[in-house]
């Protein structure tokens, strides 16, 4: 069964850092890719960040590039999202997804379903 976990949110200043874990099982890690979506009041998904972990390619949401980090540990099966100057508008649900890896020629921001979720996590960004 394909599960993923994540934990590491809460509240956070203005300026402040925060480190999301998404712990996964249930499925060979190196063979899917696994993005960080985030969900805030009133908004539809939207993608933050995503990696395949096959090639270690990353993608990067245009709000969230020079700050956030993502990352993955094969031998943990987890991928970590560094959050750094955080903004009160990072305040949402964050999940992490996952959907198999579909080769080098495919972001996996492009033509991924990621049916998989985690539960998500909040981050809250005070002002």
């Known amino acids: 069964e394909v599960q993923l976990v994540e934990s590491g949110g809460g509240l956070v200043q203005t300026g402040g850092s925060l480190r999301l874990s998404c712990a996964t099982s249930?499925?060979?890690?190196?063979?899917?890719?696994i993005g960080w979506f985030r969900q805030a009041p009133g908004k539809e998904h939207e993608v933050v960040s995503c990696?395949?972990?096959?090639?270690?390619?990353?993608y990067y949401a245009d709000f969230v590039k020079g700050r956030f980090t993502i990352s993955a540990d094969n031998a943990k099966n987890t991928v970590y999202l560094q959050m750094n100057t955080l903004k009160p508008e990072d305040t949402a649900v964050y999940y992490c997804?996952?959907?198999?890896?579909?080769?080098?020629?495919?972001?996996?921001?492009?033509?991924?379903?990621?049916?998989?979720w985690g539960q998500g996590t909040q981050v809250t960004v005070s002002s």
């Open positions: 249930g499925f060979s890690f190196d063979d899917y890719a």
């Open positions: 990696i395949s972990v096959e090639d270690g390619r990353t």
């Open positions: 997804a996952t959907d198999r890896y579909k080769g080098p020629k495919t972001p996996c921001n492009s033509d991924y379903d990621y049916g998989y």
